[in-house]
């Protein structure tokens, strides 16, 4: 820098400190970027208020539109119209058109919001009350009443029964399940795309189909009576192709660089398999897993065509009819009794908790562990997990391999 | 101290490796075992398809080119067509379609454009949580809280837009004085709302993950031009979401068109072409299979088991169409792997 002031010919450049003005105005604090002023927080929540009132007046003295479903109507019309309105007033068509999608875009996701609200809420309002009572969990309905109260009988022979079928269709599903998504990661060959394709069509098959091949098969053709193993089976056969797809995307998104880390000091294959691709993508698997138990234990289609509905407990599923929670809720449904109705209620309540409780331990597990355990498994478990996620979303779908 | 290997002139001459990607020992035990677990769920899974595809054919052969021409299902005088049924399953999943598109394209966008990054997680697994309610809970919330309302609507709809076709109501007449409410129940319009809430959250999965991959390159530059929030979405994320969008919800067709227990819940089964989605009665294949299975005759059974081949062909050709769309298109091009 010296050399250029002396050596140039020209004005050298001069630096000006700047002078402290006393008379400037005191300075404005700059708004947060992005944070609405307070222009913008009155057009945004004024216009929703007068639409509440505007809604009001409409529903409550113009118009003979009684009732809280038209008010939400007008409500979300008027509060799209002022918000247009108030925007037109201050602002260009552009910052319009935005508002009101911004408007628009925010009231679809409360309706969705509120739907979720409301199914969830209604199970459990209507069918708390049964809940109360120990027998409920504790009891079966044999030789109770249609008609009698909650403080006789229960469904204690639905909750074992959905169980028992679980268990059997769990036994088969998960080792062929695991076992055929190892073999299409990691044995690969023409033949293996063969079984990818045909096992990702059948995610497509819809599960009363599924539950009808059971029942011709295996009820019609094999004689054996309608019972637990059947519905097992039925659930089994619809669960096998969504868990072997999920299992199958999840392994597939173990790094290569891991495998060949382990076959590089001449692991076989299987210690390959059993102590570097599978531990990496437990978590995974487990959520894959836990989600397709969770869709499994709410399906009500292929039990209502296999198991049969008895009402007393059974607990050997070769025996004979056996409940499941499912198809006691739909059984109590379309009884039109209303105390059986209260009771369907109330077991609906028990499978939103145990979907509850698997959704929420399928969370967990897929959370990637807290502590510090291995460095180099770490920032292979999240990809793994994002990937079980987009999976697990759209299970009974196909998706071809790229 | 390093020491050279000494050469032993005596040694015999080292041979290249025979390289062999045959697997052998213990290696070729795995790769067998395993070959032998993919063959039994291809046997498992395919057998159910071919099974199906089998037993059509004594359908076809006893009832003819008929059976997917006839509308009515009389097991009685044995006269069985599933026409009516394949158009009533399409049309109680379209109208599903109808409700779901909409609301799961609006909610995708309001989680990944509109809500505070700090709550967004927390939206992505309600959605999950909405995709694992079981069906029967839907099928309930439908029948029990939604059919009044929605018989409410099929009247206004009536007397407003009688007009239109679809909306006709035969057999009623919107300004009599009373009511007649069994004509509005029980329709495929009830019946489609449930079905909207099982596979709306999974076409807003599909959409919002395909939003949420949109590059942030793209986004930036339109926000750096001045775009609103709006603007971006309209000249950034919709365009490269075309894929998800189509994908998403052709997925949620696929599994529309297989929703049994609400639909057999909710609707009185009606066996005829029917484009009056507000008039009581309909059908669908998996409500048919479900109400008529147990006192089904051999020849009846395989004519359902038929019908549950017609669908599982529906779904499968929509479900490879949106998997295909969803993997043409430019998004979702770094998925995973």
């Not at chain 2, 929030?229 to 067709?253: A, D, E, K």
């Not at chain 2, 998996?286 to 549950?308: C, D, T």
């Amino acid at each position: 820098m010296s050399t250029s002031t002396t050596t140039s010919a020209t004005v050298a450049p001069r630096t000006h400190l700047p002078v402290r003005d006393d008379d400037a105005p005191p300075p404005v604090p700059r708004p947060a970027i992005g944070a609405p002023n307070a222009d913008e927080l009155f057009v945004r929540l004024g216009a929703w208020v007068a639409a509440v009132a505007i809604a009001w007046l409409i529903t409550q003295r113009f118009l003979p539109l009684a009732g809280v479903p038209w008010f939400l109507i007008v409500l979300f019309v008027s509060g799209v119209a002022m918000t247009a309105l108030l925007t037109t007033m201050t602002g260009t068509w552009v910052e319009v058109k935005d508002r009101v999608a911004g408007a628009v875009v925010t009231s679809g996701a409360l309706v969705v919001g509120a739907a979720l609200v409301s199914t969830v809420a209604f199970v459990f309002l209507r069918g708390w009350r049964a809940l109360l009572h120990a027998n409920f969990f504790l009891d079966d309905m044999a030789g109770v009443d249609p008609k009698a109260s909650f403080d006789t009988g229960g469904v204690a022979h639905a909750i074992s029964g959905s169980l028992i079928q679980l268990g059997i269709a769990l036994v088969i599903t998960l080792p062929l399940g695991i076992g055929t998504a190892v073999f299409m990661t990691e044995v690969g060959g023409r033949f293996s795309r063969v079984v990818r394709t045909v096992v990702e069509a059948m995610t497509a098959l819809p599960s009363i189909v599924a539950g009808l091949f059971v029942y011709a098969v295996l009820i019609l053709t094999l004689g054996f009576p309608p019972s637990g193993f059947a519905a097992g089976m039925a659930i089994a056969v619809m669960m096998l192709p969504i868990i072997a797809r999920a299992a199958d995307v999840v392994l597939r998104v173990v790094p290569g660089t891991l495998r060949e880390a382990s076959l590089a000091p001449s692991a076989s294959r299987w210690r390959t398999v059993w102590h570097v691709v599978l531990p990496t993508a437990r978590p995974g698997l487990a959520t894959a897993v836990i989600l397709g138990v969770a869709r499994g234990i709410g399906e009500t289609s292929p039990v209502l065509l296999t198991s049969g509905a008895a009402n007393f407990l059974v607990t050997n599923p070769f025996e004979g009819a056996m409940n499941s929670l499912p198809l006691y809720i739909y059984n109590g449904a379309r009884s039109g009794e209303p105390a059986l109705i209260d009771r369907a209620f109330g077991a609906a309540a028990v499978l939103m908790v145990l979907v509850l409780v698997l959704f929420v331990i399928a969370r967990l597990v897929a959370r990637p562990a807290g502590g510090n355990r291995r460095g180099l498994v770490r920032p292979v478990v999240r990809p793994v997990v994002r990937a079980v996620g987009a999976v697990v979303r759209k299970i009974p779908t196909s998706r071809s391999s790229s | 101290m390093t020491s050279l290997p000494l050469s032993d002139p005596g040694a015999p001459e080292a041979e290249p490796r025979r390289i062999s990607r045959r697997p052998s020992g213990g290696d070729a035990v795995f790769v067998n075992v395993f070959r032998v677990i993919g063959a039994s769920v291809l046997v498992i899974t395919g057998g159910v398809g071919v099974f199906l595809a089998v037993q059509t054919v004594p359908t076809l052969r006893h009832y003819g080119i008929d059976f997917l021409t006839t509308a009515r299902w009389e097991p009685e005088i044995d006269l069985l067509g599933i026409a009516g049924v394949v158009v009533g399953t399409i049309s109680i999943a379209v109208l599903a379609m109808v409700f779901a598109f909409p609301l799961a394209l609006l909610t995708a966008l309001f989680i990944t454009e509109y809500a505070p990054a700090r709550v967004k997680p927390f939206l992505v697994s309600l959605v999950d949580l909405m995709a694992a309610v079981p069906s029967i809970v839907y099928g309930l919330w439908g029948f029990f809280l939604m059919m009044p309302h929605v018989a409410e609507l099929s009247y206004w709809l009536q007397r407003n837009f009688g007009w239109v076709p679809f909306f006709e109501i035969r057999d009623t007449d919107p300004n009599s004085p009373v009511w007649d409410t069994t004509r509005y129940i029980a329709s495929s319009f009830c019946a489609s709302v449930p079905v909207a809430m099982m596979v709306l959250p999974m076409a807003c999965a599909v959409m919002r993950q395909v939003f949420s991959q949109t590059p942030p390159g793209e986004r930036e530059a339109a926000l750096a031009l001045g775009a609103t929030r709006w603007g971006v979405i309209t000249s950034v994320v919709l365009p490269f979401g075309r894929g998800g969008i189509i994908g998403g919800t052709m997925l949620g067709l696929g599994r529309a068109l297989g929703e049994t227990i609400a639909v057999a819940l909710i609707i009185s089964p009606a066996f005829e072409i029917k484009w009056n989605v507000l008039e009581v009665g309909a059908i669908s294949v998996s409500s048919l299979i479900a109400i008529q299975f147990s006192e089904a005759s051999p020849s009846q059974l395989s004519a359902l088991l038929a019908a549950g081949f017609v669908l599982f062909v529906l779904t499968l050709v929509v479900n490879t169409c949106a998997a295909m769309i969803v993997n043409r298109s430019r998004s979702g091009a770094d998925a995973d792997a």
